[in-house]
């Protein structure tokens, strides 16, 4: 079983920033994809970000390209969302994933067999 929990969220004016933390318990995910993604109140739940298990590949959704950086630290079991020049349409609920037996960072929700609980993001103009 692998426990994963987020961290970091909270309210920003536009332009800003924040770092999201999503810290891996019970078992390590450092051989495992990790993803991030988030959800709006009244929209479904889409790709962020992903990452693979050595953190020498990314993917990012359109929308966050250029803005936001997903990381990882194995040694710590720990992956992270920088998220820059963050806007009012990056208000949501955020979530890091892991792929364990899909073994692939992709855009897909069920690629991902773990969740965490969720972060609030809220971007205030």
């Known amino acids: 079983q692998v426990q994963l929990v987020e961290s970091g969220g909270g309210l920003v004016q536009v332009g800003g920033s924040l770092r999201l933390s999503c810290a891996a318990s019970?078992?390590?995910?450092?051989?495992?994809?990790m993803g991030w993604f988030r959800q709006a109140p009244g929209k479904e739940r889409e790709f962020v970000a992903g990452?693979?298990?050595?953190?020498?590949?990314?993917y990012y959704a359109d929308s966050v390209k250029g803005r936001f950086t997903i990381s990882r630290d194995n040694a710590k079991n720990t992956v992270y969302l920088q998220m820059n020049s963050l806007r009012p349409e990056d208000t949501a609920v955020y979530y890091c994933a892991a792929a364990v037996v899909a073994g692939i960072a992709g855009p897909s929700q069920y690629d991902y067999d773990y969740w965490g609980q969720g972060t609030q993001v809220t971007v205030s103009s």
């Open positions: 990452i693979s298990w050595s953190g020498g590949n990314t």
């Open positions: 019970g078992r390590t995910v450092s051989s495992y994809p």
